[in-house]
């Protein structure tokens, strides 16, 4: 360990002869050890390290250890999460990892509408037989952005988005056209689109949109966001790994920031443990 310090910090210390004397080692002992092969195992190590911080900078910090781990043994290189865990911790990286918060559910006052066809039940078999949806806001300078999401349980895909400077029920409508025009849904009323009860999702113009496409309208219980946990996991994923580290100075540069997360990366290429750690059109591939 002496030999390795006074290697990596020999300029600091003065000359050589000097810094040995310090150091409390042999200057001959000293230029034998810079002599040395690195062993295999100093090999494994540092080529780990390397894998691990390029994982962690390709993904921009979002990741933390078990997510690296999955992406290291995609590439073939299996390591364990603990190890995974040391090497972070070592190099000091840290992802941007989740803050759980435990609500207690609102009791259902008498007269309560029981209109939940979902009741937290988000896992489903198939594409195209439950989508979720809410409303979300995004601080620029100019004022706020409202992102209106559409995601399908199934493989957790966002399948319509819409963003606008005005919270109408434009916004919602205009994500759920776009969910349809892409998905191509039946319209035969086998398909749920869960809500949580917002006023652009109450309207009479959203209403109308979803009966003209054969969908079925469920929605959450008021003040009870877990009944809608799909959405406001997305949302909350969004925010803490895009845009709480940015600044917008305008709603233009807010949306090419959030198209770009959602359609290049959230979609295809980030990982979701519920998915069994693979992107939402991995998952689409491989089961639907």
Known sequence: MRFEFLKEHRGEIGPIKKACGLMKVSKSGFYEYLGRKKSDA???????????????????????????????????IVVSEKRVLRIMQKLGLAGKG??????????????????????RAFTVGERNRLWVGDITYIPTREGWLYL???????????????MSERITEKVAIDAMEQAVGREGPPDDGSLVFHDDQGAQYTSRSFQ????????VQSVSRPGTPLDNAVAESFFKTLKRELVKERSYGTRDEAKQDIFKYIELYYNRVRMHSTLGYMS????ERQYA
């Open 42 to 76: 100093q090999i494994e190590r540092e080529a780990i390290e390397g894998f691990v911080v390029e994982a962690f900078e390709r993904h921009k910090g979002r990741y933390g250890y078990r997510r690296i781990n999955r992406e290291l043994r995609k590439s073939g």
């Open 98 to 119: 989740a803050t759980r918060k435990h609500r207690i559910q609102k009791k259902v006052e008498p007269g309560d509408p029981r209109l939940n066809l979902v009741e």
């Open 148 to 162: 209106a999401a559409v995601i399908d349980a199934f493989s957790r895909k966002v399948v319509g988005w819409s």
């Open 208 to 215: 109308r949109c979803l009966d003209s496409h054969g969908i």
């Open 280 to 283: 939402p059109v991995e998952y």
